[in-house]
Structure formats: structure tokens, C-alpha cells
């Protein structure tokens, strides 16, 4: 590497290291933890430093009433209303190193008679596949009553999977009480959802560590939309959080996450019979899932397993020692 | 720019008299709105005069940014790069975009050339209220023929309206390309350390920008900079090398130095724009798809991590779509909060018996809705309704879109003079909402589709 002399900073903090998934030694059934986290330098300048924990990607799998579009319909076909045997594809086919079981959105599960259903979901999903599993709720509030059914619904995954160390949320400001002390009491790290604000990060953080929770029991989805809707909102919020938190603010100092997933919403991809939609949506979750990446966000939750791939071979790049690099001068010239 | 800049040290230096021709009431009030960059510092008119000249270059150093911005032209267009004043966008806002070229080569028949440049010229992606485009073509030389080069440049010119960049590291087939650019100021590209001193010349000669390439190797960059500013050429743009697989860390690296090098260390040699050339992804072996794939993500990490200016290959849309949309998103003003003006608007030529609709004031709200609206050709009315920027699903649960507010904007928007009569579609997101709107406003509700794509069929179906 060339050197200029560059004023390297200085950080007074570093991000806690959280674990998901518990292994038969620590009292769960995984077949390994994945630790996120531990950054000591800011995301991908390897000039500072290399940072412990590379950035990971869990394979997102919707228990019923997926909001996909047409192209994504078709791309997982039998698989969607189907979230065990979709999990096992994920982990199998789709190389997933860990699973987000997304146990659908509010609409759904306003209905009653699917909670009992969701509950054997996840018992189902915790034998099928042996991967560190995520557990998301309600990601999109509509109503007061959805905090309800959140609350509900997620206290119960605690239950269920007690010893798994699954990363359950999300929770909110005004809605973190019971799911927060249901994972303390489970042991499981929580996903503590705040709307691209860093004062309200703080604020939710402060609440789940006064609960008794510590930094390495938090990830923070401080995240507001995909690309085309708001991702340069979700951008410098993740880039304000982790800057803070390196220069020493202790209540910041948990991982981010980032849902590339989001990308599928955007209007552009609602078309099923428009042409490349699909790879264009893939390119859509990649640019956001490496945007957020490199403004700090440690781990990716990703839907199209294409996508997944390709963040994974981005990140990879940068912690592989490069080899021979190819001479640049010859594109110039490549027919 | 020291970011404790008073306006009383621009005030100063202003000609203190009043004249308004800027638009604004005095002087002070310039000096402000130039201090918060909300006007430019050309709107002061006196200030341009020989007497105040001095002055002008007082406040310009003041206020200038960090980084040099350099104009790439054509007869008819200019592209500006660099020119920014911070290293992260939350620190203020970022200036001017990233430039994205598409390449073509002098190798191709001209009917395929012209082609290539037509598309690169009318790809544009309708966002938000505005046309998304590609902004350069980059002219390579893959004959190394001074004769082909020169007719491949100017066949562009006599078809683009796009600047150029002209991209070959041999002098002589420079030269002959910058001499069929004619009232243009296309970048060059590229000084390396072998024909720096032939290209010094040519950028001398044409008055064009000027790319110093120098891979992986910045103290050369800095040394070929240095060489080139003491040759009195100023309007440089820098490339570090864009490397590929597993050199994206390099890349990243190079680019964050370089730029944390001239916002915190201050040092001139390196606060120019930088160039990216993820085009160098197809210089792998390798799957064809793989190297768009590579290509597409290098232009998102660069867009993200400072490149001024792009170089790609791949014209196909589910590439460059995402790509101008993140550069669009990024370059949002951080500071300007993403709304509309509330009130009412009319589509196409609406009548008393033309439909009425209702969405929020987010920009990104309104924009989706009002496309949908035209490409559907509907007569109507939309009634914008203030929700402090919010979109509806925030708005209602945040409880900044409510009943009230809607009756009250119904009636103080006088659409009940434009109708005879009272039915308003809703947004589907607002569907909770209907019974009460009915009650406060006295208006019969429709609920409309969840999103506004459905607009259309819904009008046809539902709207009798």
C-alpha cells in the first residue's frame, strides 16, 4: 500500500461483540454461533485497522403472507407459505449462514388464528435447520394495536426458543418493556428499532440498558428505507451512530443491522412483467445492503438469495489478502 | 471553507450598497445567504466589476470549497465534479453528483457507434419529479490509431450533446482526438508517470481538465500533481486505480485516504476530484454476467465513497438504474426537508365532475402518486395535504394526518367551488381513517388502492 501521511483517528470506543445462536455446550441446539460486531475502526478501511467481525448476512424466510413482488413470487414458488421447508432450502441450496424468520407483518398477524400456527412454525424451523436463528415481528406499525401483537407474538418466540440466543425483536421506544425482559430472562439479544434519529437510538439503548440488558445483547436497527426510498437517510444515520460510538458514546457501542430485504418494495420492482425486474431488484439489495455495510451495519438481512451471494463475495473481498492485483491499465484497451 | 464563518466577514467585503440586484433586500442579507450557501457568490453583480475585484477573491477564498471543482464541457453542456465541502454528507451536503460516463471504443462501425451514443444520451429514469441521467461518454482508444480516434470523436460530438472524456495514454492519439473537439473542454485521461509530460502539453494547449492516473500509488500522485500544478494546470482530477476482486479494498482504501487527506490534513496536492473506473471489472477472466455484477457494485461503493466521477461499460438498465438512483439519494441535501407544498393540484383538464384525491406532502409521496396520475392521463384534482413531510403510514400513525386535518385542508383548499360533488378517494394506507373523514368533512369517502400504482385501475373500476 501506498503511504500518505494521514492523520489516522483516534477512537476512544469500540462496538461490544453480540452472539447469536447458542451451540449444544452453551445450552442451545446450534451447530455454531455467529458473532457480529467488535468494531474498532470504521467499516472497511483497512488502513486503520481490520476490524474482527466481518459483516454477515442472514437469509430472510417469511412465515405466511410474504409482501414479495411478482419477480420473487416466481423465484421461490412452492417455498413461500412454506417457511420450514423454505428455511431448510435457505440453509441447504442457498448456503445460508443464518436464518431470519420473519414471522410476517402486522396484517397478518392482527389475525388471530395464525398465532398458534406461528408458534409451531418456529418450533418446526428451530429442528429443521440448526443455523442462528433471528426472529423479527411487526416491522411496520400502523396502529397502536400492532405494538400490542408485536409485544405478544415475540414474547412468546423468547419462550419457545429459550437457550437459542436468537436475535428476537423488533422492539421500540414506546413498546420495549416486555419483549426486553422476556430475552433477558431467555438470554437472547434483542433488536431495538428506532426511525433514522440518533437521539431516539439513544434513548431506546438507555431503556434496555436500564432493563438490565448490556451492549452485547442489543442490535440496533436504526434504518429507514431501502434504495429509492430513503436510504440516505438510513445511511448517514448508521454512518452518525457508529462514528459516535467509536469516539467513545458507551451507549451506542452495540452492531447494526440493515434489512437490504426493503429493496423489494420499492416501486420500480412491482412489475411482474417487466423485463430483468428481477435482477434489477437484486441489484437494488446489493446497493443498499453495501451502502449500509460500509456506513457501518454488521449484519445484512437479505432476501434474494442472489443478492446474499453477491454481498458476501463484496465483503469477502476486503478480507481476503489481495493476491496479484490484475493492471488496471488494460480495461483502456479490452475490447 | 472554515466553518465558522460569520457573515460579517463577508459583509466586509461587499459593496455595502444595497443595490438589491441579487435579489435580496441588502447587503447583510446576501452576506447571510451566502454564508448558509443558500445563493451563489456570482448573484452579486458589482462584486464581477474591475473595481471590486479584489474583493471578490477575498470572499472566494473564504468560501471556497475544499475540493477543486473542475467544469467538463461540450458546445452546449457542462458537467461539473468535485467542488465539495465536506468529507461525510451529514457534516452539510454534498455538491455536485457523481458524473457517470458510459465508454465507447474507436474500433466500432459507425452505425453501431452512433447507436451507443444515442442510448447513452437518452437513458433517463423519471424519480420523484425528476429526469435521472447519464451525464459523459468516454471516447476509448482501442486501435491506438490517431486517424480512428480522431473520427470516432468527432462522429460523437456530431451526435451527443454529452461531454467527453477521452480516454487513451498515448499522446499522439490524444492529440488528435482533442483536436475534433472543438468548443468543448472534454477531460482528458489519463498523465501517468510515462507521458506526463506530452500530456502536461496537450491539457496546456486545449485548456482541458486533466486526469492523473497513477495506480495504487499515491505518493506518484501526489509527485505527477505537484509536477502539473507548478506547469500552471489546475483543473485536475485524480484516479488512484479502481481495482477489482480483491482489490475493492485498496480501491476503498485509496479513495477514503485521498479524501481524509484533503478535508483533515488540508493538503493541496490532493484536494481534487476523484475518478472511479469500475469498467476495469471486465478486464477479468471470468463469466460475462460476473464482471456486470462487479462492475454494478464497484459504481455503488465508489458513488457512496467519494468518486466525483464514474467510468462504466454495461448500458443495460437494471445496472444504471440502481446506480442513479443511489447517486440521487445520496446527494440529497441533508438539510432540506423532503416535502411539498400542500394545497391542490390539477391534472390534465379536470371539470366539476373530474375525481378528487387525497396523499400527503412527502416529496417521495407526492412524486409516486403524481406520476401514477399521469401516466394513467387522468383529469383530476389532488389535494396535497400537509403532513410535515410525512408519508402516510407515518403520518397516521404519528397522528399528523388526521380526520380534522383532512376536512380542514378540503375546505381550505375551495376545491368544493370546482366540484358539484363530494366524493374524495383516499390512500388505501389511510384506510382507517374513512368513517371519521366522512364525518368531519361531509364528504362520501373512497378508499383507494395501498399504493398508487393501483390509481389507475382503480379509477376505472371504482369511480362512476
Known amino acids: 500500500m501506498s503511504s500518505i501521511p494521514i492523520s489516522f483517528e483516534k477512537y476512544e470506543g469500540e462496538i461490544k461483540e453480540v452472539e447469536i445462536g447458542a451451540t449444544k455446550t452453551e445450552g442451545g441446539t446450534r451447530s455454531y454461533s455467529v458473532t457480529v460486531g467488535g468494531d474498532k475502526y470504521l467499516p472497511l478501511y483497512s488502513f486503520e485497522g481490520i476490524n474482527p467481525n466481518p459483516p454477515r448476512i442472514a437469509h ?41 424468520l420473519r414471522l410476517t407483518d402486522a396484517f397478518s398477524i392482527r389475525n388471530e388464528t395464525f398465532k398458534k400456527e406461528i408458534s409451531n412454525v418456529i418450533e418446526e424451523v428451530l429442528q429443521a435447520v440448526k443455523v442462528p436463528l433471528l426472529i423479527t415481528g ?39 418493556q416486555e419483549i426486553g425482559k422476556a430475552c433477558l430472562e431467555k438470554k437472547h439479544p434483542v433488536l431495538a428499532k428506532t426511525n433514522m434519529d440518533v437521539n431516539q437510538a439513544l434513548k431506546l439503548n438507555t431503556s434496555l440498558l436500564n432493563l438490565g440488558l448490556t451492549n452485547k445483547e442489543i442490535i440496533m436497527d436504526v434504518t429507514t428505507g431501502a434504495l429509492g426510498y430513503g436510504i440516505e437517510y438510513t445511511f448517514s444515520t448508521l454512518e452518525r451512530v457508529k462514528i459516535r460510538a467509536l469516539r467513545g458514546d458507551k451507549i451506542l457501542q452495540s452492531p447494526s443491522i440493515i434489512f437490504s430485504s426493503e429493496s423489494w418494495l420499492a416501486r420500480e420492482l412491482q412489475e411482474e412483467d417487466k423485463l430483468e425486474t428481477e435482477k434489477t431488484g437484486i441489484t437494488f439489495e ?36 489481495p493476491k496479484q492485483f490484475i493492471t488496471v491499465e488494460e480495461w483502456l484497451k479490452t475490447r | 471553507m472554515a466553518k465558522e464563518l460569520s457573515p460579517l466577514d463577508i459583509y466586509k467585503l461587499l459593496p455595502k450598497t444595497n443595490c438589491k440586484e441579487c435579489g435580496l433586500e441588502n447587503c447583510m442579507a446576501f452576506a447571510t445567504k451566502l454564508v448558509a450557501m443558500e445563493i451563489g457568490l456570482d448573484a452579486c453583480k458589482p462584486l464581477l466589476t474591475s473595481k471590486y475585484r479584489r474583493n471578490r477573491e477575498k470572499i472566494w477564498d473564504l468560501i471556497k470549497p475544499t475540493l477543486k471543482e473542475v467544469v467538463i464541457k461540450s458546445p452546449t453542456k457542462e458537467v461539473k465534479i468535485g467542488g465539495e465541502y465536506v468529507m461525510y454528507r451529514h457534516e452539510l ?45 468516454a471516447v476509448r482508444s482501442v486501435t491506438e490509431d490517431p486517424e480512428k480516434f480522431g473520427e470516432t470523436v468527432k462522429t460523437v460530438v456530431e451526435n451527443t450533446s454529452l461531454p467527453m472524456i477521452l480516454c487513451t495514454f498515448n499522446p499522439k492519439v490524444m492529440k488528435s482526438g482533442l483536436s475534433e473537439a472543438k468548443n ?20 496546456s494547449m486545449y485548456n482541458c481538465p486533466l486526469t492523473i492516473f497513477a495506480p495504487n500509488d499515491i505518493t506518484l500522485l501526489k509527485s505527477l500533481v505537484k509536477t502539473m500544478k507548478e506547469y500552471g494546470i489546475e483543473d485536475l482530477v485524480l484516479d488512484p486505480g479502481t481495482f477489482p476482486g480483491d482489490g475493492v479494498s485498496a480501491t476503498l482504501n485509496n479513495f477514503t485516504m485521498i479524501r481524509r487527506a484533503a478535508f483533515k490534513e488540508n493538503d493541496e496536492l490532493l484536494s481534487f476530484p476523484l475518478i472511479g473506473t469500475p469498467i476495469t471489472a471486465w478486464t477479468q477472466e471470468g463469466r460475462i454476467l460476473d464482471k456486470k455484477w462487479e462492475e454494478t457494485y464497484l459504481a455503488g461503493m465508489l458513488i457512496v465513497r467519494f468518486a466525483d466521477a464514474l467510468i462504466v461499460h454495461n448500458l443495460e438498465g437494471w445496472s444504471l438504474l440502481p446506480q442513479i438512483i443511489l447517486r440521487e439519494n445520496i446527494y440529497t441535501d441533508p438539510r432540506k426537508p423532503v416535502a411539498v407544498e400542500p394545497g391542490i393540484r390539477t391534472f390534465g383538464q ?16 407526492y412524486y409516486t402518486v403524481a406520476a401514477d396520475i399521469q401516466s394513467a392521463k387522468l383529469d383530476c384534482y389532488l389535494l396535497v395535504v400537509d403532513t410535515e413531510g410525512l408519508s402516510v403510514d407515518s403520518a397516521v400513525a404519528g397522528r399528523k394526518l388526521t380526520a380534522d386535518r383532512v376536512a380542514d385542508s378540503i375546505k381550505e383548499s375551495k376545491i368544493e367551488e370546482k366540484v358539484k360533488h363530494r366524493k374524495i378517494v383516499i390512500p388505501g394506507r389511510a384506510s382507517r381513517l374513512s368513517g371519521e373523514i366522512e364525518e368531519k368533512s361531509g364528504w362520501k369517502v373512497l378508499v383507494g388502492p395501498l399504493d398508487s400504482s393501483g390509481i389507475p385501475k382503480f379509477m376505472q373500476e371504482k369511480w362512476k
Open chain 1, 286 to 321: 446489493v446497493l443498499t445492503a453495501i451502502t449500509g455495510i460500509m456506513a457501518g451495519a454488521n449484519i445484512s438481512s437479505s432476501l434474494h438469495p442472489e443478492a446474499a451471494k453477491l454481498i458476501n463475495e463484496f465483503v469477502n473481498n476486503f478480507f481476503n489478502e
Open chain 2, 350 to 365: 379536470p371539470n366539476e365532475n373530474s375525481p378528487v384525491l387525497f396523499t400527503t406532502n412527502f416529496a417521495l409521496t
Open chain 2, 184 to 203: 468543448s473542454k472534454p477531460l482528458i485521461y489519463a498523465a501517468t508517470k510515462d507521458n506526463w509530460d506530452k500530456m502536461g502539453e496537450l491539457a
Open chain 1, 138 to 176: 411487526v416491522m411496520d406499525i400502523i396502529e397502536m394495536d400492532d405494538y400490542r401483537k408485536n409485544n405478544e407474538i415475540l414474547t412468546k418466540s423468547a419462550e419457545i426458543c429459550e437457550g437459542e440466543k436468537c436475535l428476537i425483536g423488533p422492539v421500540y421506544t414506546n413498546a420495549f
Open chain 1, 60 to 100: 430472510e424466510v417469511y412465515c405466511y403472507h410474504a409482501p414479495l413482488p411478482g419477480s420473487l413470487f416466481n423465484f421461490f414458488g412452492d417455498l413461500v407459505d412454506n417457511p420450514v421447508e423454505w428455511s431448510r432450502e435457505a440453509v441447504n441450496k442457498f448456503k445460508a449462514e443464518m436464518v431470519n
Open chain 2, 93 to 137: 451536503t454534498y455538491i455536485n453528483p457523481t458524473a457517470i460516463a458510459v465508454d465507447v471504443t474507436d474500433d466500432l462501425p459507425k452505425d453501431e457507434l452512433i447507436e451507443r451514443v444515442k442510448k447513452i444520451e437518452n437513458f433517463s429514469y423519471s424519480y420523484i419529479g425528476k429526469e435521472l441521467k447519464l451525464n459523459l461518454v
